[in-house]
């Protein structure tokens, strides 16, 4: 059972423009969403979070929108930059273990 | 850089041997988190200790198992291994408890090849 899910494998975005990954998840326990950023050879690095009592949160070129709702988030990056091409996970958690989906590979075209 | 030391990078071993995998995590973390990422796999929650203590467990077998040392590094043991444990193992360190709210520090892995 994939409690949070990242329907897109993969997404190429002109450098500039805005990059949205998105990810949704099942379980309403979730309390505590995040994002992780994986370059090829490295683990992976935090980028920005956000709580449930929280609809956006802001962190320079990153913003993360959570509807609760809908159970679903998304990472907005503008401008995107070459440096951006990686994979992002996204996790979610409560007081357990973080739940991870099966990641966005991001690509910016120069 | 992390602060999270995995080693080694790259293990390639046989089936039905077995493999120990460490971990030091960052300066002043008491937690300690295993993670297994199989081929276009999210990263799979094996087991967390705390302090010493096993804290939370998730899809970890049986054949598995880990321990984390008084000072504070951390094993990872896979025995009788298999084909299918080929994989990148992940080690997170952070400050508190299971709780998401505790940002998780990773190092860079290490590759297990199973032939």
């Known amino acids: 059972d994939q409690q949070v899910k990242q329907n897109s494998p993969s997404l190429s975005v002109q450098e500039g423009r805005i990059s949205i990954l998105n990810c949704d998840y099942t379980n309403s326990m979730f309390d505590y969403f995040l994002w992780y950023k994986k370059y090829p050879a490295e683990g992976p690095t935090f980028l920005i979070s956000?709580?449930?009592?929280?609809d956006k949160n802001e962190d320079g070129r990153f913003t993360v929108f959570l509807n609760k709702s809908a159970k679903h988030l998304s990472l907005h990056i503008v401008p995107s930059q070459p440096g951006d091409s990686a994979v992002y996970f996204c996790?979610?958690?409560?007081?357990?273990?973080?739940?991870f989906g099966t990641g966005t590979r991001l690509t910016i075209i120069p | 850089d992390s602060g999270v030391t995995q080693t080694p990078k790259h293990l390639i071993t046989a089936t039905g041997q077995r493999v120990t995998l460490r971990c030091s995590p960052r300066s002043g973390d008491l937690s300690v988190y295993w993670y297994q990422q199989s081929l276009d796999q999210g990263l799979q929650f094996l087991i967390q200790?705390?302090?010493?203590?096993?804290?939370a467990k998730g899809n970890i077998l049986e054949r598995f198992s880990a321990q984390q040392f008084p000072d504070l590094h951390s094993e990872l043991n896979l025995s009788s291994l298999e084909l299918g444990d080929s994989a990148l193992y992940f080690c997170?360190?952070?400050?508190?408890?299971?709780?998401?709210?505790?940002?998780?520090?990773f190092g860079a892995g290490t590759r297990l090849s199973v032939l």
């Open positions: 996790a979610a958690g409560g007081n357990e273990k973080l739940t």
């Open positions: 200790y705390y302090n010493g203590e096993e804290r």
């Open positions: 956000i709580s449930s009592i929280k």
């Open positions: 997170a360190s952070s400050g508190g408890g299971t709780s998401a709210k505790n940002i998780q520090y």
